[in-house]
T-cell receptor
Framework: GDSVTQMEGPVTLSEEAFLTINCTYT??????LFWYVQYPGEGLQLLLK?????DKGSNKGFEATYRKETTSFHLEKGSVQVSDSAVYFC???????????FGSGTRLQVQP | DAGITQSPRHKVTETGTPVTLRCHQT?????MYWYRQDPGHGLRLIHY???????DKGEVSDGYSVSRSKTEDFLLTLESATSSQTSVYFC????????????????FGDGTRLSIL
């Protein structure tokens, strides 16, 4: 079945550092890929998405490119802020069920 | 924010008791989902609904049942709770059922923290 693998956390960075969170997937066909963010005590919010190979999703300074050849969708941000501290989930869409398969999540802690 | 209300927000109960969690939406979206969130596993799909009285199983459906008698409510029931069902439960809704083709992403509620002793 479909699966998503994310790098283990927590990731601890200083403010203005460069962020990369790795995500790889296994799926049949051509899934759509997503990054969700979860702030403490809240539900998940869609951060960005990409629906086909070589698409780049971007939002709030975050970017991720759909790489079919490496089955990856790594999340990047050039300069993180304390307010970016959260848990980030990579996910793919199972079009058969129209539901999401999530990675295990990566906690990001940004220090002032 | 999307109009999704989960109740209760917190619950502590004992092994063997029945538990029902409620998800209520005011968006009139067709698709509704129940996920559980556990450390090291991310979110995993329990059940989902694609219309009134239309439901299907997800990857971790054992020990859970659902019902949807009207568009706005999706109930998750643990018939006889076990300690392995201690988790945070999230409801989600979607207008079209596919995030790819819709400008409306899958919206999540704030979760229910369930502890089974």
């Amino acid at each position: 079945g479909d699966s998503v693998t994310q790098m283990e956390g927590p990731v601890t960075l200083s403010e203005e550092a460069f962020l990369t969170i790795n995500c790889t997937y296994t799926a049949t066909g051509y899934p759509s890929l997503f990054w969700y963010v979860q702030y403490p005590g809240e539900g998940l919010q869609l951060l960005l998405k990409a629906t086909k190979a070589d698409d780049k999703g971007s939002n709030k300074g975050f970017e991720a490119t759909y790489r079919k050849e490496t089955t990856s969708f790594h999340l990047e941000k050039g300069s993180v802020q304390v307010s970016d501290s959260a848990v980030y989930f990579c996910a793919l869409e199972d079009t058969g069920r129209r539901a999401l398969t999530f990675g295990s999540g990566t906690r990001l802690q940004v220090q002032p | 924010d999307a109009g999704i209300t989960q109740s209760p927000r917190h619950k502590v109960t004992e092994t063997g008791t029945p538990v029902t969690l409620r998800c209520h939406q005011t968006e009139n979206h067709r698709y509704m989902y129940w996920y559980r969130q556990d450390p090291g596993h991310g979110l995993r799909l329990i059940h989902y609904s694609y219309g009134v009285k239309d439901t299907d199983k997800g990857e971790v459906s054992d020990g859970y049942s659902v019902s949807r008698s009207k568009t706005e409510d999706f109930l998750l029931t643990l018939e006889s709770a076990t300690s392995s069902q201690t988790s945070v439960y999230f409801c989600a809704i979607s207008e079209s059922g596919t995030v790819r083709d819709s400008n409306q992403p899958q919206h999540f509620g704030d979760g229910t923290r369930l502890s089974i002793l």
